[in-house]
């Protein structure tokens, strides 16, 4: 459905002014458990980015051998976040009014945009 989506965006010219991510909250623990099944596992996981100002073929980071830590380049939830807002002409530095009206940041002051994913 993922690739078909993409190709399809792609045919009607739709692709560059969209942005498409695919990304879950955790992986999968790089073992069968006695169900024969994976448990939920938060060290290492992927997301999948397409459209929208992202470059084409792009690996960002690396899992070791057996899929269950990272091995090279560690990207975090907020970095992906901090990405997305910036595609989308948000800068990750914005503040926004809550309920009080006080200005709450929508990201951690420690989030990056992750460069290496930009066209």
Do not use: C
């Not at 792609?10 to 006695?34: I, Y």
């Not at 084409?56 to 899929?67: E, H, L």
């Not at 091995?71 to 992906?80: E, G, I, M, Q, T």
């Amino acid at each position: 459905a993922y690739a078909g989506l993409i190709l399809d965006l792609e045919r009607r010219g739709m692709l560059d002014d969209t942005l498409v991510v695919v990304a879950s909250e955790h992986g999968r623990t790089p073992k069968l458990n006695k169900n024969a099944s994976r448990d939920h596992w938060s060290r290492a996981y992927s997301a999948l980015f397409a459209g929208g100002g992202i470059a084409r073929g792009n690996v960002v980071g690396a899992s070791d051998k057996y899929a269950s830590d990272v091995a090279d380049r560690p990207v975090s939830p907020k970095n992906l976040l901090a990405t997305v807002y910036h595609l989308l002409g948000i800068e990750p530095e914005t503040q926004i009014p809550d309920r009080t009206n006080r200005l709450m940041p929508i990201l951690p002051e420690e989030s990056d945009v992750i460069q290496e994913m930009l066209a």
